[in-house]
């Protein structure tokens, strides 16, 4: 996570946007417990990146995913308007470009004389949006060129396809300027197996003739080497302090076990 919120920071210095792209799912510890005794629940990658960019005193804007299978329950219609309501809010406080609110409270883009859209910088720098919500939002496009160039930071997933969707939003062929691509993972098992999945992925893609994927399948096996690098170093650390400490457990066990000498006793005449 510190990685991720400097790289922010190193982007937002550069005069950068950033788009932050992830699954938001909690993870239950195996060690840590909560005062009942149940597993602590850790925050989703999106969720933790929210507390400390909040924390951080960086104002973003953050896009909420549906709830599962919620639009197939009509008790949660109102949620999910409620949801796409706040979310288009929230978009439009990252996009670039002058809007205004009609009588009807509906957003509409203000145009200039010759019909183009007209600049105006965002509210936000930074925004926050799951892989499941990537494949909308074509506004996300660099339309303006005096526009900030941008910065995409995206946690791995298995899908292939998400990830180019996700890639879509900040990155199209007519943006107006360059967008920057980083992936980030850890060394845990789950990110390892998400970028291995994610790799065939995008092979598959690239040899059906599609070159534009190139730098996306290099990008990723220079991320899943580097994760599977620290994951077996630090494996190694692991195995060597069990060795250490079944060695000092051993050592402690032979002194106890070993025979002690006879207690002397000095007779008086």
Known sequence: MGEVVQRVFDALS???KVILVGDDIPVASRILRDPDGLPKEMPGFLSALRAAMA????????IVDFP?????????A????????QNAEQMSRF???????TENGQRVEVRGPDNKPIYAPSQTKVILLPYAQAAGWPELNQRFEQAPEVSMIMSPTASADQFMQAIGRGSRRNSKGPTEVAIVANDSGADCHRLR???RGLEFIAATGSPAIVPFVKLTAECLEKATTQRALRDQRLIQVQKC??????????VRRAPQPAPQTSIRH
Do not use: F, H, W
């Open 68 to 76: 599962k299978g919620g639009d197939s329950i009509p008790a949660l």
């Open 197 to 199: 999945q994610l790799l």
């Open 14 to 16: 550069q005069n950068r």
């Open 78 to 85: 109102g949620e999910r308007t409620a949801i796409a309501n």
């Open 245 to 254: 400490q079944r060695m000092r457990s051993a050592r402690v066990l032979d």
């Open 55 to 62: 924390a951080s005193g960086v104002d973003c804007s953050n």
């Open 95 to 101: 996009v670039d470009g002058a809007y205004r609110t």
